[in-house]
């Protein structure tokens, strides 16, 4: 029973990361129907940036964290006003394409640079203990993190003219354009916002695991199984469905081996897709 506890805790902490992982890539579909797939790239990205940033630079991790939100915006929109903006329009396949040549650029230039070999961020804030369960510092504060990130998105979202004008342009962008929203912008913008949440998420996540340039593959598909499993373009469903895979993948190891948990997770994603497509929380309509 310690051991569940202790896999459950560790599960629903991760759980909260996946979540701002899948924000990112269901906010970018809800709001201009692009699936990304640098998506994987971007976490990777942000992996290496705190790495740099601390290893390098010196500077403190959580800091650092605010630097990789800016660069990941920045990124984001410029990705859009070269890339995506191009396509948008077009049918899928072309934005599909368009995303996955900007995948291979960052992981052939991030290959490259850094090779294919593991890094770490060598940082500990040690382990503490509430009950039977003892818990990683680090995990606890990027849980933290997380949900600060996500009430901060809420906010911009449903409090500031900008997030009206984000919402207005995901429900009607040809009528946002009519009463004076600058869709261009805010298209642009929202790309940022999705990027900057997977570069966030990649930087958290380079606090508990070594990484590889390669690494993002596995978060991005993570993140589209929990967009699946809480409804393709609702960034809050995105949340949830994070803590749900966080959850299982806790459970997964105290009854079978690790190996298992992307067969479990994969089976989940074919099963919702067949009897509940719109996801558990509905699609964007």
């Known amino acids: 029973m310690d051991f569940l506890l202790a896999s459950l805790s560790d599960g629903l902490l991760i759980g909260f990361i996946y979540g701002i992982a899948a924000m990112g890539l269901s906010l970018i579909f809800g709001v201009m129907d692009v699936i990304n797939l640098a998506h994987g790239p971007v976490i990777a990205l942000g992996m290496f940036s705190l790495y740099l940033l601390y290893s390098v630079l010196g500077l ?9 939100a800016v660069v ?36 052939g230039l991030g290959t490259a640079v850094f090779s294919t070999a593991p890094y770490n961020v060598d940082f500990s804030l040690g382990r503490f203990s509430v009950g039977p369960v003892t818990l990683i510092a680090t995990r606890v504060i990027g849980a933290l993190v997380a949900i600060l990130v996500t009430i ?59 990484f590889t340039i390669l690494a ?62 719109t996801g558990l929380f509905g699609a964007k309509q």
């Open 152 to 210: 901060g998105l809420y906010i911009f979202l449903y409090k500031s003219r900008p997030g009206r004008y984000i919402r207005a342009v995901a429900n009607n962008k040809t009528a946002a354009e009519l009463v004076g929203v600058p869709s261009n912008f805010i298209l642009a913008l929202s790309f940022g916002i999705g990027t900057m949440l997977a570069a966030l998420a990649g930087a958290l996540i380079a606090t508990f695991f070594p």
């Open 216 to 277: 993002g593959g596995t978060y991005e598909l993570k993140s589209f199984v929990i967009v699946v499993l809480g409804g393709l373009g609702n960034p809050v469903g995105a949340l949830v469905g994070g803590l749900i895979l966080g959850l299982i993948e806790g459970i997964i190891p105290t009854f079978m081996e690790t190996t298992w948990v992307p067969v479990v997770e994969f089976v989940m994603f074919v099963m919702i897709l067949l009897v509940r497509p």
């Open 72 to 107: 990941g915006l920045l990124l984001g929109m410029i990705m859009y006003a070269i890339v995506v903006r191009r396509v948008i329009d077009a049918p899928h396949l072309s934005s599909l394409l368009a995303t996955f040549a900007v995948n291979m650029v960052i992981i």
């Open 60 to 68: 403190h991790p959580y800091f650092g964290l605010v630097i990789v």
